[in-house]
């Protein structure tokens, strides 16, 4: 019925986008500036033309995140050079991941909403659609190592969302789709910019979808079910001038989904996740003479919940378990820069972190019953100097301390069965760790011309152990994991070398390679031993360890290309191989020396044209995912796959604007790394009204 | 835009707030009762004196609480677990053959938990009665095939020391008790487990246990004695003290010349002890045990 019900909007709105007449408007054409060559901060958080920075940094503007099909944030990062989307079912996928420059994991990556984090100290994933893509202003990638102002998790890189706020008294737009799969979605966004410069906004959303059969035709069963999904979400923001020189942002998000994981039993619902996510923060800025600064407050809570229903081959043994999980982050950040003087911009900052994780696994089919918990403080200080040695030379410099405890780790198991596997009761305290990290980062830039600029960067990262690896034992997919309280940071000592050529206004080019050497590498291995858990086959013991050293070369490249007042192009492509140096985990069974590192592709490629006309919008995204291990040990590669997405947009009077998306437009067919299929050609369209 | 606008769009987005929040992925219902269980055969918290060897048979009923399902029984003795089963059903009915073991005194608890946490549970004391109950019997030289083997059957019953091919044995599954294979997916070479044990399908393929509709379940444990004691065993007091509850596996496994295993088979309540006197380690191998347990009707 929904497929119909879209059918139809899309057939109303194809004549209209084909012939409608020319009407009145606001003129949508693009700043050919803010595409080749964006006024970018998040690198070193100050404002600089993206051509100036001797850093590898990319951004997506306003337009093209409105014009390319993109139904959650992150799917926008594609675009990126080195950036690797893991979001196989696309809108129905329960745990979306970034990968940068060929390092897996969202933990590597630091994530933040206007300099608000979002990576969760306990498990190192984002709530992606925490993020309004209504909302975003920009898109701001810093590739590479940026712990020498962001520390924890910005290992391989910072990506930043910026946000718009209301201009006008009263402006806002109500959406309403359609898609395949029963999908249904309705988001209203209201806001006002008032007489006295303060602003307000609020936007309430809300998705659901009947969702597809991940498993493929091959190996499904009568447990094979619906991946579907039900998500909602309302922010609120607020801020404006509350005196000379000094402004204040505030926002609130609230975000509840619930997640089919694909397999049902007995439970209606069968097996799924639900997050319940809250974000607050509160942003100080002020500018004082020769120091701007900035405060960052924020407070992140979540709560999980995870349903999980088995039965073995014989269909006599059912398992029910679920899984309760609080998890906070808060913290507090704080910058300065002082104006330029002839020695150059300082600036300067501290940070506080604070994460806790407090897990509840219990069983219903068995007595077992497990609580996991942990705790995280982290504070860092950063400097950083950005000198202009000639008219053509730049250098900047600098760099971050930091200190971190993990403390009142506890792992409790009361009542344990084969059906978790532990051997008897315990109470496990793990005690107090710590550890520090120094992160500097160096690089110049230097224009040979106006034309030709060439820039060299040394930096460094680190990651932090997650909560969940270090206080957490519990089944998962691939076996049974175990805690390791005496988990380490990685660190990431990075080089790298790029030009930027820019041989007209409308054309920009930047390629960029690198080589990392990562210590400490964290990576999950199998201890050889293995468990019985009731079931048919006995499950392996894994853990994460920090395993060793691993290199990673990797080469970038992008094209920003706007021919046309009303045309953007845009092309990115990287390869990127890793290999394990160095092997000296005393817990792995086998040695993984010289093995690559998994669950990244050796090539990513996109291409992307926008036509932002007046009445139409046409936006087109070719996507290129090359081959990837999928297991330690390098036996097990994921074939590469390519889609093309088409997002078309018609203005109609009184505001009002169809729109229709077409994802994986060819149909391609691909799996994950568990063999779970993707959904194949997806359509959707709606409608969207405007005031 | 008039006031009325801001009027129109305050009052939309109130409602659609107000729906965005209130609707419920979830739905809960919980009644607050606990679901129960009895024992239909005899009075609960009442008590009985047995000897060693000697069964006794519950009849349970458990019922749920009208609005979230059972999914666990546990049936303990002492504090270990006898029978602890997960399911998902609105009743449940399970006959519990307990066979009295050497403690002075046994406590049985029975245990119905349900989806919501709850539990409700019900107890039975058996003392120790003096004296010898019961029969053993012996089965010497019983040679058991794998499952490729075309020799010998692969399917044993204990009461008789019968042995059955596939075949045989899926006409009569109830009255297989133990059965043999190579295993080749986890290692585990030549095993001897019960159909209830979860063989993989491709053992024994078309036909086998996992087709079966009844499977006997048996536990292993793997003990040390001598071949002079396992000659000796006499009584069924003697197989009685050999078992231990809480270590039972499901499995016999990589069995080699001189292992000594001691059983309990749990539909029946018998226990025996089985020694390996022979391996031929491959799918059309086989193994050959002597065997003393527990007569079935002589309790």
Not at chain 1, 672 to 686: H, I, S, V
Not at chain 2, 180 to 202: E, K, L, Q, R
Request: proline share 3%.
């Amino acid at each position: 019925m929904a497929y119909l019900k879209a059918l139809l909007v899309l057939g109303l709105a194809i004549p209209l986008f084909c012939n409608g007449q020319e009407l009145a408007v606001s003129d949508s054409s693009i700043r050919m500036s803010d595409f080749i060559n964006p006024v970018t901060v998040v690198s070193t958080q100050t404002s600089h033309r993206a051509d100036s920075l001797p850093f590898a940094t990319s951004t997506i503007t306003k337009t093209e995140i409105q014009d390319y099909s993109a139904r959650t944030s992150d799917e926008l990062l594609k675009f990126i050079p080195g950036a690797y989307i893991d979001r196989i079912w696309g809108v129905f996928s329960k745990n979306s991941g970034l990968s940068l420059r060929g390092l897996d994991g969202n933990n590597r990556v630091l994530i933040t909403v206007d300099g608000i984090p979002l990576n969760k100290s306990s498990y190192g994933m984002v709530t992606w659609n925490m993020i309004s893509p209504d909302q975003i202003q920009s898109i701001e990638v810093v590739r590479g190592p940026a712990s020498s102002i962001y520390g924890n998790n910005a290992m391989t890189g910072v990506v930043n969302f910026t946000t718009i706020k209301p201009q006008k008294p009263l402006e806002g737009n109500v959406d309403f789709g359609l898609g395949e799969l029963g999908l249904r979605q309705l988001s209203f966004n209201v806001g006002s910019k008032l007489a006295n410069g303060f602003y307000w906004d609020v936007s309430p959303y809300y998705r659901t979808g009947d969702g597809y059969i991940i498993d493929p035709v091959a190996t499904r069963d009568s447990t094979s079910s619906k991946a579907y999904i039900q998500e909602r979400r309302i922010s609120f923001r607020t801020g404006g001038v509350l005196k000379s020189g000094l402004t204040i942002n505030a926002s609130y998000t609230y975000y509840k989904d619930k997640r089919g994981s694909g397999k049902k039993i007995y439970l209606p619902d069968g097996n799924y996740d639900s997050y319940e996510d809250q974000a607050a923060s509160v942003t100080l800025s002020a500018k004082r003479a020769v120091w701007n600064t900035d405060m960052h407050i924020y407070y992140q809570h979540e709560y999980y919940k995870k349903q999980s229903e088995s039965i073995n081959k014989l269909g006599d043994t059912y398992k029910l378990s679920y899984t309760f999980q609080n998890s906070d982050d808060a913290g507090l950040w704080f910058g300065a820069t002082h104006a330029p003087t002839k020695w150059g911009t300082i600036t300067t900052g501290a940070e506080v972190r604070f994460g806790r994780i407090d897990a509840h696994d219990v069983y219903r089919t068995s007595t077992d019953d497990i609580l996991r918990s942990g705790n995280m403080i982290a504070i860092g200080a950063f400097v950083q100097e950005e000198a202009k040695l000639s008219s053509r030379v730049s250098l900047t410099g600098g760099l971050r301390l930091d200190v971190a405890g993990f403390f009142d780790g506890r792992l409790t198991v009361k009542d344990p069965t084969k059906a978790t596997g532990f051997s008897s009761n315990s109470n496990q305290y793990f005690g107090s760790s710590h550890w520090q990290a120094a992160s500097p980062r160096v690089g110049i830039k230097y224009f040979l011309t106006k034309v030709v600029g060439f820039q060299a960067a040394v930096s460094s990262g680190f990651m932090p152990a997650k909560l969940d690896d270090l206080c957490s034992s519990r089944k998962i997919t691939k076996g049974f994991k175990i805690a390791n309280p005496n988990l380490k940071p990685e660190t990431l000592n990075n080089v790298e070398i790029g030009m930027s050529l820019k041989p007209v206004s409308s054309l920009y080019i930047d390629l960029t390679g690198y080589y990392s050497y990562g210590l400490h590498f964290q990576y999950f291995v199998a201890t050889g031993d293995s468990i019985d858990t009731g079931g048919t086959d006995v499950k392996p013991i894994l853990m994460r360890d920090n395993v060793g050293d691993v290199v990673v070369k990797g080469l970038e490249g992008s094209i920003r290309w706007q021919p046309y007042t009303r045309w953007m192009v845009r092309v990115s492509a990287s390869t990127s191989t890793s290999k394990i140096v160095k092997f000296d985990s005393k817990i792995a069974a086998t040695n993984l020396k010289g093995m690559a590192i998994s669950e990244v592709p050796d090539y990513l490629a996109s291409a992307g044209i926008v036509y932002n006309g007046k009445r139409n919008t046409l936006g087109i995204t070719y996507s290129y995912v090359g081959r990837q291990w999928i297991d330690d040990v390098n036996t097990q590669r994921l074939a590469d796959y390519q889609t093309v997405d088409l997002h078309a947009e018609h203005s109609l009077p009184l505001g009002l604007k169809l729109w229709a998306d077409v994802q994986n437009l060819f149909n391609a067919q691909f799996l994950d790394k568990k063999g779970e299929q993707c959904p194949g050609r997806f359509f959707m369209a709606g409608i969207r009204f405007n005031f | 835009m008039k006031i009325n606008a801001f009027r129109t769009i305050g009052l939309l987005l109130g409602v659609a707030s107000s729906f965005l929040m209130s609707c419920s992925c979830e739905r809960t219902s919980d009644n607050g009762a606990n679901p129960t269980v009895t024992i239909t055969n005899l009075t609960a918290g009442g008590d009985t004196a047995l000897a060693p060897g000697q069964s006794i048979t519950f009849e349970l009923a458990c019922s749920w609480n009208g609005s979230d399902a059972l999914t666990n029984l546990i049936v303990s003795s002492n504090g270990v677990r006898l029978v602890d089963e997960g399911f998902f059903k609105q009743t449940y009915n399970k006959e519990v053959i307990f066979t009295k073991d050497t403690a002075e005194q046994n406590i049985l608890i029975f245990t119905i938990r349900d989806k919501g946490g709850r539990a409700s549970q019900v107890s039975y004391t058996i003392n120790k009665a003096g004296g010898s109950v019961g029969e053993v019997q012996r089965f010497n030289g019983i040679t058991i095939g794998a499952q490729q083997n075309t020799t010998y059957g692969s399917f044993m019953n204990l009461e008789s020391g019968a042995i059955f091919t596939k075949d045989e044995a899926a006409a009569i599954p109830d009255k297989i008790h133990l059965l043999c294979y190579f295993d080749t997916i986890d290692a585990d070479a030549m095993v001897i487990a019960s159909p209830g044990s979860n063989v993989d399908a491709s053992v024994y393929g078309d036909g086998g246990p996992t087709d079966w509709t009844i499977r006997n379940t048996a536990r292993f444990l793997l003990i040390s004695i001598s071949a002079d004691q396992f000659n000796a065993l006499a009584s069924v007091a003697d197989l009685v003290s050999l078992y231990d509850e809480s270590a039972g596996k499901r499995k016999a496994k990589n069995l080699a010349v001189g292992d000594i295993y001691s059983f309990k088979q749990e539909d029946l309540g018998l226990y025996g002890v089985f020694r390996v006197t022979a391996v031929d380690g491959q799918p059309s191998g086989l193994v050959t045990v002597d065997m003393v347990v527990q007569k079935t009707g002589s309790k």
